[in-house]
């Protein structure tokens, strides 16, 4: 792969490390008040995007490896992730109004209720995080190709990992309050978008 395209997909690599912690800031700052606690919209949100990051690679590996071209794929998650964050608000929307219907007609009890909105939260967020997960196998195979020496996986890992430390910073002291949520997310979508264009 040539020097130029490598650090391209570096850069994106990096671009969507950050993405990624934006949505996870934003996700858990919105089930705060789907949840009414802001302990278990963490919760949720940590256990779905980890679960989902495990699934999308071990789901996505086997079809990157597959793959004539590794990097068009991860171009292609990198916009399905993009895509879904600009349906997420109104997703998660709609979770809210399911929630209130089911709780409406079943009164569950604490303990239900909160397995019945985890169930609803799981349902909107799953797939971004699974797409995510099938990113890191998608470059890795892009740059190493059948090799996949150990270098270019922790390069790799690590610009993801810096990028989510900004993503981090941004969602967390910048964007809620410059743009509001909505925009963040949208924002967030529309880099992931061009990080795959």
Known sequence: MPARVRLLLAACFLSSGGTAVVYEVLWSRHLALFFGSTTEAVGVVLAVFMLGLGAGGHLLGPRVDGSASPVRLYGLLEIAIGLWAFATPLLLRGAAGAWVAAASRLEPGPAVA????????????????????????AVVRGVAGNDRAAGDVALFYGLNVVGAVGGALLAGFVLPEVLGEQDAMLLAGLVNVLVGA
Do not use: D
């Not at 397995?115 to 349902?123: D, K, P, Y």
């Open 114 to 137: 909160t397995l019945l909105r985890a169930l609803l939260a799981a349902v909107v967020l799953l797939p971004p995080a699974m797409a995510m997960g099938g990113t890191l196998p």
